[in-house]
């Protein structure tokens, strides 16, 4: 890699670090971190098990990566509070199945339950959703997002193993599922909220 790509990585990185220091007030539940990739026709999904309260680790092996039977095997993750996150995704799956299937119309139907509905307004989640050609995030505001290159994270850990699969797409040949699972390990190693361990790695597309 050049060495003006590496300073480029290391300032970036260095940001996102200062950012997420000062956003956290070190005392609140902290989830977990979800990372998507998509390469060569394969999507996959990794997710990070861990949950700390404060500065004290409450579960190591969460699982929050799901394959959903829906519309051909799409893939669904979430970070936030496990009650709201399981709420938003029922949600979802009865928005899936109205559309038939179709992931993007899916997403935005839900997105426009979540605006108005009063109850869903209060859900602190976000769904990673993705099947073998779209990559879509579900925010917190209600709005689907999908990412300029085909890679989402979120969680405590988010933009470190956003940071880490973006310089992998780049500058590796590894497989999805290979930069999924290396992006939640390096997010470990600096996040403190983040094990380093994926409880799971799922993928769609390709022979999987």
Same mark, same amino acid.
């Given at each position: 890699?050049?060495?003006?790509?590496?300073?480029?990585?290391?300032?970036?990185?260095?940001?996102?670090?200062?950012?997420?220091?000062?956003?956290?007030?070190?005392?609140?539940? &902290?989830?977990? $971190? =979800?990372?998507?990739?998509?390469?060569?026709?394969?999507?996959? +999904?990794?997710?990070?098990?861990? %949950?700390?309260?404060?500065?004290?680790?409450?579960? $190591?092996?969460?699982?929050?990566?799901?394959?959903?039977?829906?519309?051909?095997? +799409?893939? %669904?993750?979430?970070?936030?509070?496990?009650?709201?996150?399981?709420?938003?995704?029922?949600?979802?799956?009865?928005?899936?199945?109205?559309?038939?299937?179709?992931?993007?119309?899916?997403? +935005?139907? $839900?997105?426009?339950?979540?605006?108005?509905?009063?109850?869903?307004?209060?859900?602190?989640?976000?769904?990673?959703?993705?099947?073998?050609? $779209?990559?879509?995030?579900?925010? *917190?505001?209600?709005?689907?997002?999908?990412?300029?290159?085909?890679? +989402?994270? %979120?969680?405590?850990?988010?933009?470190?193993?956003?940071?880490?699969?973006?310089?992998?797409?780049? &500058?590796?040949?590894?497989?999805?599922?290979?930069?999924?699972?290396?992006? =939640?390990?390096?997010?470990?190693?600096?996040?403190?909220?983040?094990? *380093?361990?994926?409880?799971?790695?799922?993928?769609?597309?390709?022979?999987?």
């Amino acid at each position: 890699m050049p060495a003006s790509e590496c300073l480029r990585y290391m300032l970036r990185f260095s940001y996102q670090i200062h950012r997420a220091a000062l956003d956290s007030d070190g005392m609140g539940m &902290h989830g977990t $971190t =979800i990372v998507a990739v998509r390469r060569d026709g394969v999507t996959a +999904i990794a997710g990070d098990g861990q %949950v700390t309260l404060g500065q004290t680790i409450m579960k $190591t092996g969460a699982v929050k990566v799901r394959r959903l039977e829906q519309g051909g095997g +799409i893939l %669904v993750g979430f970070a936030g509070a496990v009650a709201d996150a399981l709420t938003l995704l029922e949600k979802f799956e009865g928005a899936l199945s109205g559309a038939k299937g179709n992931l993007q119309r899916a997403a +935005i139907e $839900t997105a426009k339950l979540w605006r108005t509905d009063r109850v869903l307004r209060n859900l602190e989640a976000m769904l990673v959703l993705a099947d073998r050609d $779209t990559l879509l995030l579900l925010s *917190g505001s209600g709005e689907v997002l999908s990412p300029d290159e085909p890679v +989402i994270a %979120v969680g405590s850990g988010g933009p470190y193993a956003l940071t880490a699969a973006k310089a992998l797409l780049r &500058h590796s040949s590894l497989s999805a599922p290979e930069i999924a699972e290396q992006a =939640i390990r390096l997010a470990g190693e600096i996040d403190l909220y983040t094990s *380093g361990q994926p409880t799971q790695v799922l993928s769609v597309g390709g022979a999987s």
